[in-house]
């Protein structure tokens, strides 16, 4: 599938960023969420290999493994409250979820 992104000249917009693929919500869930540092990753059966890194606000990733659990704990016990990127590759796809935390 594809699709089209008309983006006004008004926005003086001088590069685009793409991700390959993204996942439908219900590919993968991360929960709970909000949540005080720790949550679970759950994956589809047929992910494979996954990569999971949670990159914070200001972009730089303060957790990454890979696993092929289709279900993995992952706590952040030095993480602040805010909202953190839950980003979750596979050899098919990429996903990325929005985690809230809230200590």
């Known amino acids: 599938d ?18 390959a693929q993204v996942s439908a919500q219900g590919d993968v869930e991360v929960y709970p969420n909000p949540t005080a ?7 589809p059966t047929t992910a ?3 990569a999971i890194a949670v990159i914070d606000g200001l972009g730089r990733t303060i957790w ?3 696993t092929v659990a289709t279900a993995t704990t992952i706590s952040l016990p030095n993480a602040r409250t805010g909202i953190y990127m839950v980003r979750i590759k596979t ?3 990429t996903y990325n979820s929005l985690l809230a935390v809230d200590k």
């Open 91 to 93: 050899a098919t796809a």
């Open 64 to 66: 990454t493994d890979e």
């Open 2 to 19: 594809s699709f089209e992104v008309t983006i006004p000249s008004a926005w003086k917009c001088d590069s685009i960023a793409a991700v």
């Open 37 to 43: 540092g720790t949550f679970v990753v759950k994956l």
């Open 48 to 50: 494979g290999v996954a």
